[in-house]
C-alpha cells in the first residue's frame, strides 16, 4: 500500500498532458522551500537561487498545475488548499528518491548521517560519540544539527534528519523511540550560598530561592518545574536564557539556583559553582534517540544508532 500511494504521488506530480511540461523535481524543491520558510526572500537565501528565479520556477509550477499553490502577502506566503495537497506529495516523492538512492549506495562504510540533538546534550553527550564514530567509520559524515525538541521532531518526522536525541517524553506518534539512558539533574549553586554547606539538600529547601532557567521552549526547563510541582511548589525564575552554559553563569554571580543535567555537571571545571545531589528522589530525565520507521535505514544510520547505545 505504501509504494502503490507513492508510485500515484509520482504519476499525478509528473504525468504529461498534450502539450504540457511535467513537473520537475527542482521545482518540487523550490516549492517546499518557499512552503517552508513562508518567504520567497528566505527561500532563496536557504536554496542559494535568485529570487526572480525562484518566482518564475514557482510561477511555472502554477501554470503546469492550472491553479496557484501559494496564496501571497504582503510579507509572506501560506498555501492554498492546492498547496497543502501538493506539499504532502511533493514530501512523499522526494522521500522515496531520496530513500532509492541511499538503498541503492548503502555500503555500510560511506556516505551521510544526520544527527539532530537538543541543546542540553549535543555538546556534552555527543562529541565523543563523534570521535569513536569517525575512528571507526573514517569514510562517513556526520552532519549535526542542534535545536529544540519540537523542531527536532518536525526534522525527523519531514526527513530533514536521520536520528534525533532528546529527553523523554517525545510528543509524536509516529516515531520510533529507544531509550539510552537515564540522568539525574543536579542542583547548582554558588560556592558561598547557604544550601552549598548542608550535608543533605531536600527539594523543599530550595523553595525559598529564585531559579535562572533556560527558556520555555528549551526541555530541561519542563522537566525541573514538573519535578518542583511534583513536590507542591512553583520554582520562580527570575531570569531566563537560551544557552546552559549562561544558566551557569548566572549561578556563579549569584542570581540565583538551578538544576544542570549530570552530563553538563561532568565537564564543568570551574571552581565558581557547585553541585549537589538533592536527598530522596532525584530528579532525572531520560535521554531517548528518536527516528522515522517509514524512512530508509541505511547500515550507516544503524551503526550510528549502536553506538549511541554503547555510549
Known amino acids: 500500500m505504501h509504494s502503490f500511494s507513492m508510485i500515484h504521488a509520482c504519476d499525478a506530480l509528473t504525468a504529461r498532458e498534450e502539450g504540457s511540461t511535467p513537473v520537475d523535481l527542482d521545482q518540487l524543491r523550490y516549492f517546499l522551500g518557499v512552503a517552508a520558510r513562508q518567504s520567497f526572500t528566505r527561500a532563496a537565501e536557504d536554496l542559494t537561487i535568485s529570487q526572480p528565479a525562484l518566482s518564475r520556477s514557482i510561477q511555472r509550477l502554477e501554470e503546469e498545475l ?21 506539499q504532502a506529495r511533493a514530501q512523499q516523492v522526494l522521500a522515496i528518491l531520496e530513500d532509492t538512492k541511499a538503498e541503492i549506495t548503502d555500503d555500510g562504510q ?20 563523534l570521535r569513536e564514530f569517525a575512528a571507526e567509520f573514517p569514510q562517513a559524515t556526520v552532519v549535526v544539527q542542534e535545536h529544540t525538541t519540537d523542531a527536532l521532531i518536525r526534522s525527523c518526522t519531514q526527513g530533514e534528519i536521520d536520528l534525533a536525541i532528546l529527553a523523554l517524553p517525545v510528543p509524536a506518534k509516529y516515531l520510533e523511540v529507544e531509550p539510552l539512558f537515564e540522568e539525574e539533574l543536579l542542583l547548582v549553586l554558588p560556592p558561598e550560598h ?6 543533605k539538600i531536600r527539594i523543599a529547601d530550595v523553595q525559598p530561592y529564585p531559579f535562572v532557567l533556560l527558556e520555555e521552549a528549551h526541555c530541561l526547563t519542563d522537566h525541573i518545574v514538573s519535578f518542583c510541582r511534583q513536590r ?6 527570575v531570569e531566563r536564557t537560551s544557552q546552559l552554559a549562561m544558566v551557569q553563569e548566572l549561578v556563579s554571580l549569584s542570581h540565583g539556583v538551578s538544576m544542570i543535567p549530570a552530563m553538563a555537571r561532568q565537564r564543568d571545571q570551574s571552581d565558581r559553582r557547585v553541585y549537589r545531589s538533592f536527598a530522596g528522589r532525584k530528579p532525572i530525565r531520560t535521554v531517548a534517540v528518536v527516528w522515522n520507521p517509514y524512512r530508509f535505514q541505511s547500515r550507516l544510520i544503524q551503526a550510528f544508532r549502536d553506538r549511541l547505545r554503547q555510549n
Open 66 to 86: 492550472g491553479q496557484p499553490v501559494f496564496e501571497r502577502k504582503t510579507r509572506s506566503v501560506s498555501l492554498t488548499d492546492a498547496g497543502v495537497l501538493l
Open 110 to 129: 560511506s556516505g551521510r548521517v544526520r544527527v539532530g540533538a537538543i541543546p542540553t546534550i549535543a555538546p556534552y553527550f555527543l562529541p565523543e560519540v
Open 194 to 199: 547557604p544550601l552549598a554547606a548542608k550535608e
Open 232 to 237: 507542591s511548589f512553583q520554582p520562580v525564575a
